[in-house]
């Protein structure tokens, strides 16, 4: 059974940054398209990045929102994604999800629809 736990979140002031960290269990990660997706109180969620399996290329992809600040990465381990997130202004408060397809989709694609497995987000609060 998959089981994705997202880590990292917190309070962070303007111009801070933060590292979360999507941690699997039941599979592994390296296999599969994961994508973090936010979602703020009263908004819709929305794409944050995505990365491809190792097994394909790597390749990523960003939201225009956070392209320059944000860095999506695999960890050596396998099960566990990261998400850098830099210069971090108070609109990217939102919980922060992970998410894979767990049919096996292994390319980077931002649609949340194209997500089955999700974990239970970790808060990111931007505030001075």
């Known amino acids: 059974q998959v089981q994705l736990v997202e880590s990292g979140g917190g309070l962070v002031q303007p111009g801070g940054s933060l590292r979360l960290s999507c941690a699997a269990s039941g599979v592994t990660l390296d296999y599969y398209a994961v994508g973090w997706f936010r979602q703020a109180p009263g908004k819709a969620r929305e794409a944050v990045s995505c990365i491809s399996s190792s097994n394909i290329d790597g390749t990523t992809d960003y939201a225009d929102s956070v392209k320059g600040r944000f860095t999506i990465s695999r960890g050596n381990d396998k099960i566990t994604v990261y998400l850098q997130m830099n210069n971090l202004k108070p609109e990217d408060t939102a919980v922060y999800y992970c998410?894979?397809?767990?049919?096996?989709?292994?390319?980077?694609?931002?649609?949340?629809?194209?997500?089955?497995?999700w974990g239970q987000g970790t808060q990111v609060t931007v505030s001075s």
């Open positions: 998410a894979i397809d767990s049919l096996g989709n292994n390319k980077c694609r931002l649609q949340s629809w194209l997500y089955d497995s």
